[in-house]
């Protein structure tokens, strides 16, 4: 990295009678904004003009009032987030979100170090068994959850059934039907589709721990927990905090799982800060009243972005 | 860490290596104490927690073979008395949505958003990875800021966006969107392999006159393949599977995407779910597939170089 292209370019010059015509092309001498422009530009485009704008158009949208038919009608001043911060339901939407966030991320990630040091021994077969976690990971969310909401049908639910025999439960149940089973069956699907993701990042940080340091822990004569705990554990807090953050961000932002499974449940109880957001603009028709909600979740995120930034500090492998 | 598992280095290493690990992984099992009775309890272990993670899929995979008597029959059967493979041939005509329009704005959608982040990505990653300039800093800033937001949380303002530019409800919306939220992922993860090709290796290719951009062509992308194809599988599936910011900016049911089209089945009283879960199928197979050539480098490819 310490090479810059004007070293390049002055090894060159000896040998540069073929390079010649195209020097003014790759540029001379120090490297500026303008040389790299033509390379990132694009991606700077796009970023941009479908990031950074909408996010500030939607801030720009809070502060107007805008019809149901999209005509924007004029300022509205701050009657978009009084309007947000007036509903009734919003003291349970934001308790939804914390136990939500809260409940998804701790199951995931509990279960997850229990599945990434089983993944991590070795046995026959491993790789096939490795494979089958990945497939919530690239499958649909709302196909997953589709199957769920199915299974767990109290006529014709096939998982129903399968507890029945199971014995797990006396009779079929309505799961999806009625709070909270119906919140809890998200909280437990939501941890389903994460727990490949998680699994892979806390794998990763195992596969980081140097068997030295663990052949000096048995010999040492540590129990396999006191091994755990004072050994492995610590090792894990690089990738234990990057699974936690894109696990809150992830969770947070997540809408199909709420949607398909609560989604025809009345009212407001089982919404999230998300969900309630979407219903703003597909029930309610108030695009204006949805960015000003929209306004306070991006903050929201920005905080967690924050958060990664300071403590996974991913710039530093920028150099 | 990370970057031992994605490094490009390590992936052109010859055979010489590979056979070293596995010899080691062999004396691991005996020093391990992996005697026959606890591998096989491990191995137990591992058929149950892969059954229990395909379970889902099994289920689609049952289901689409049941007829709509046995799929909505009280109380359920678990297998089809005879399985209907005709399902797979029915299914696409049902009155709640155009199912092979869906597919087709599936496979469009994602595969445009795919092309448009490989094409504006790779010269960004490869200029990033060999060069210093001014601002580099607050652009890998800004890519890494992108790479944790989601559309969900935008979705009002890009509604409004695409709005105003008057391609609300069309797919050209939805390949912009898709590509420009999958970017810095792509960005990200061949940063880290750009950068793992010896500068040497430029300097002496530039020296014989290739330009910047055969250097990058010609030099660079067949050492970086591994992370060109983890950036296009991981993006391709991202896209194919997007939901929220589909669901509010496209409105005419032949331009959905199949994630927003088969959530129209769930909460009717008698769902076709025989057809929800052939439809599935059909969109779950190959994105699994595609995922699976990728797994060793899924192994904190997602964070790429943030694991240390």
Redesign the interface.
Known sequence: MSTTVAKGDTQDTPAARPVAPRRPKTGRGRDSIWKALPWIAPCLVLVVGIVLFPAGYMIYNAFRSISSYGTDTGSAGLTNFTLVFADPALPRVLANTVVWVAAVVIITVVLSLALAQFLNKPFPGRTLVRMAVIVPWAASVVMTTTVFVYGLDPFYGIINKFMVDLHLIDAPFGFTKSMPSAFIVAILTAVFVSMPFTSYTILAGLQGVPGEVLEAAKMDGASPARTYFSVILPQLRDSLAVAVLINIINVFNNLAILKIITGSLPGYDADTLITRMFKWIQVDQRVDVASAMSVVNFAIVLVIVAAYIKIVKPMKEVD | ??HS?LSPVAETTPAGPAVVSTAR?KT??GS?Q?SGPR?AL??A???I???I??S??V??AI?SLKSRPE??????K?LPATPRFDNYATMWSTPETPLPQNLISTIIIASCATI?VL???T??A???A????????V????????Q???P??????????M??LNIIDTWLAMI??N???N??FA?WIM??FF?GVP?EV??AA??D?A??FSVLFKINLPLVWPGIVTAIIFTF?SC??E??AS??ILQTAGNQP???A??K???QYD?A?QY??GV?IV??VP??I???LI?KR??????A????
Do not use: C
């Open positions: 860490m990370a598992t992984r691991r099992y391990d992996a591998v491990r191995m272990a591992g058929l927690i892969a059954l993670f395909i889902p899929y289920i689609m289901g799929i909505l029959g009280v109380p359920p678990y448009l094409l504006v990505a010269p960004a490869y200029y990033t060999r060069f210093k300039f001014p601002g580099k800093m652009f890998m800033f800004l890519v890494i800021v992108t944790m937001l989601q969900a949380v935008l979705t009002a303002g890009l509604f409004r966006e709005l105003a912009l969107v590509a420009a939220f970017l810095s960005v940063h880290s950068a500068k430029d300097e530039q020296i006159g330009g910047r599936v194919w599977n939901f929220a669901l509010v199949l994630s927003v088969l959530t089945f769930v909460g769902s779910w929800v879960f599935s969109a779950v994105v699994v595609l995922f699976m797994e899924l192994i904190g490819g997602l964070t170089g943030s694991v240390k």
